[in-house]
């Protein structure tokens, strides 16, 4: 490693980002172990070894690497070192569905919370927006688990007068799209998905139990009726460790 007032390229991509330091090396150091860069049973570099690798001060890479602790990825021995006991989970079971009957479809074993409930809202303004909003919305606040670890966390917005269409049951029981697809006397004649990579703020962090900064996916879904009134507005966060996007080609 370059060294003196050189700067590595380790330290140089740490001051790219606005993100803690020692919330980036967790990150990288979490990628070492899942790649099998530092096996499971074997002794990782020590603090200063690290610490002059990264371009950072010693208190930095305790901070990281207590995150990995916390998380059971490691266990420190004093007068032994550092070693790895467990690699990161990555059971990519979540999938972001891309084809409509994949939308209508709840996940198997999935558990809905809902977390706010407001009545008569204004739609938020939202990217590439199609359709027209509706006067007022019911903004439902939703978090999706499984087996008692939250994947998603979900802002829907569902146009006021199509409420009592919907039974309150479906609010913890459906996907969003499926709220608004068998509406009597309303069909969706249009529907649109976005999906852009992000990393986790602070709410995030803590509705997912994710560090900040984690990578995340954030999802909009518009539902547009014949009418060409916005039925449906919905924003979802997904964990990046737990989900997939897939897209059939042919």
């Known amino acids: 490693m370059p060294v003196g007032n050189t700067e590595n390229t380790t ?17 990288l150091f979490r990628k070492r172990i899942e790649s099998g860069e530092w096996e499971v049973g074997a002794k990782i570099p020590t603090v200063k070894e690290l610490a002059d690798q990264c371009g950072v001060a010693t208190m930095t890479i305790r901070q990281s690497l207590d995150i990995l602790e916390n998380e059971g990825l490691i266990e420190r021995y004093r007068a032994k070192g550092t070693f790895v006991i467990e690699r990161p989970n990555r059971d990519l079971w979540c999938e ?11 996940r198997e074993n999935a558990r809905i919370e809902i977390l706010g409930d407001e009545r008569e809202v204004a739609l938020p ?22 087996d008692g670890v939250a994947f998603l966390l979900a802002d829907v917005y569902v146009d006021e007068r199509l409420c009592s269409e919907i039974a309150e049951s479906d609010y913890t029981t459906v996907t969003a799209m499926r709220l608004v697809s068998e509406i009597p006397g309303h069909t969706v004649t249009e529907a649109n998905q976005i999906v852009t990579i992000s990393s986790a703020d602070l709410d ?47």
């Open 96 to 106: 972001v569905q891309t084809d409509w009957s994949g939308l209508l479809i709840a």
């Open 204 to 250: 995030t962090a803590t509705e997912l139990n994710v560090s900040i900064g984690d990578p995340v996916a954030k999802v909009q879904r518009i539902a547009v009726d014949q009418h060409g009134d916005i039925m449906m507005l919905a924003r979802g966060i997904y964990r990046g460790d737990m989900m997939k996007i897939e897209v059939k080609l042919r």
């Open 11 to 27: 330290a140089k991509a740490l001051k790219k980002s606005n993100v803690s330091r020692y919330i980036q090396l967790a990150s």
């Open 125 to 146: 303004r939202c990217e590439d927006m199609i359709g027209t909003p509706a006067p007022a919305y019911r903004h439902l606040r939703r978090r999706h688990s499984r």
